[in-house]
Each structure stands twice: as C-alpha cells, then as structure tokens.
C-alpha cells in the first residue's frame, strides 16, 4: 500500500507555455502533499506544501504565481508551472503524507526549450 | 537558515564490505529522521528512520545510528552489494505532519 503516482513521468515544452503535472495517492488519502524540486546532483527542495480544500503554503524564495497548486480531492495535488522557461527544467517530485510518513513519487523530468 | 548536512558527497566501497554514510543536522527540535535512497530518475525510496528519544534502529543490512549530543546521524549498510548504489539523502522533520528538510545526499559507489 501507499503508492503514489505523478502524472506525466516527463514532459518536453516550448518557453513561455504552462505545464500540469499531477501528485495521485493511489491506495490512501491525503490530506497533505508536498512538492519538491531537484536540479541535477542536488538535494530536493521543498517548494510548498499542498493542503486539500485550502491554499498551499509556499516555501521563501517560491513564486506561488508561477507555481501553481491544487489539491482539490484527497487523492490530487496538481503543480503548474506557468510561463515556464529554461531554467525552470528540474525534477519535480511529490509525496504524499499519512499519518506521519511520507511516501515519494516517482519523479516528472521537465525540460523547458 | 537551519539545514541538514553531510559530511562525504562521495563515497566507494567494494563490493561486500560495509558503508557508513554520515549525516550532521543542526535543528534540535527535530524528533524524527529517515535516510531515504534515491536511484537514478526515480523519487526518494524510504530506507530507515529513527525518533529522538533512539540512539540507534536497526533493519534489513541497515542500521541507524543517531547522536543527539554532536546533532550527528548515520548510515550503516552492511555487507554492500551493487544494487546499493545510489544516492542517499538524510532528512529530518517533526512529528505532527511537519516539513521534511533534506540533507545534501551522498553518491555512493559499490565497486564489484
């Protein structure tokens, strides 16, 4: 049990369009996700974290308005990364927390042209 | 702002022998910590973790090892194969569904 799923697993854009990528908690519900970001042969790095039915709550240094999250069911928490450019291709990663663990998922690889 | 480090960001060993993997965490609020291994392209795979009022936890070829008194944690694998290749993060976090705060990670090498 406690899989989480992201939706797409990568995904190549053109500068300056939107990009969704979606959290899923297959087996459990969540009332908290996160989202992490991860550039190459570095750490995660907490973006914000994902509250169902209420605002996220961003980390300094995160724009909210370029990041956008939803997290409209117990079971999805949606990223989008807006007017994206070059140097926003990272690895995006969320989890999923219940009770008091957190259980990953599997990454999206964005690469913004 | 307060982080979690690490000591090695490298580490090779030889297939069979043991790996220790050192952490340094400098909030002492944190009461609960994890190592979490991370495989080329994938997300965080949870190894072990341990709570502040344990020095040490044991699993499966792995055991935990946490310091309170120099903030210092680690991972000891034993017996390392190749498949442990990987690059392991420590991380800390409070119990109540607080944030995880991620140390820098260390690659490690298991030369066959």
């Known amino acids: 049990g406690a899989v989480v799923s992201q939706h797409p697993s990568w995904v190549i854009c053109k500068s300056g369009t939107s990009v969704k990528i979606e959290c899923r908690s297959l087996d459990f519900q969540a009332t908290t996700m996160f989202w992490y970001r991860q550039f190459p042969k570095q750490s995660l790095m907490l973006m914000a974290t994902s509250n169902e039915g209420s605002k996220a709550t961003y980390e300094q240094g995160v724009e909210k308005d370029k990041f956008l999250i939803n997290h409209a069911s117990l079971t999805l928490s949606t990223l989008t990364v807006t007017s994206a450019h070059p140097e926003d291709s990272s690895f995006y990663i969320c989890s999923a927390q219940r009770e008091n663990e957190q259980f990953f998922g599997p990454g999206t690889r964005l690469t913004v042209l | 702002g307060e982080s979690v480090g690490l000591h090695l960001p490298t580490l090779s060993v030889q297939e069979g022998d043991n790996s220790i993997i050192n952490c340094a965490y400098s909030?002492?609020?944190?009461?609960?910590f994890i190592w979490y291994k991370q495989e080329s392209g994938k997300g965080p795979q949870f190894i072990i973790d341990?709570?502040?009022?344990?020095d040490k936890r044991q699993g499966q070829r792995v055991t935990v090892l946490l310091n309170k008194t120099v903030k210092h944690l680690s991972l000891q694998i034993a017996a390392t194969q190749p498949g442990d290749s990987a690059v392991y993060f420590c991380?800390?976090?409070?119990?109540?569904?607080?944030?995880?705060?991620f140390g820098a990670g260390t690659r490690l090498f298991v030369k066959a």
């Open positions: 991380a800390e976090t409070f119990t109540g569904g607080f944030k995880t705060i």
């Open positions: 341990i709570r502040s009022n344990m």
């Open positions: 909030n002492s609020a944190s009461d609960y």
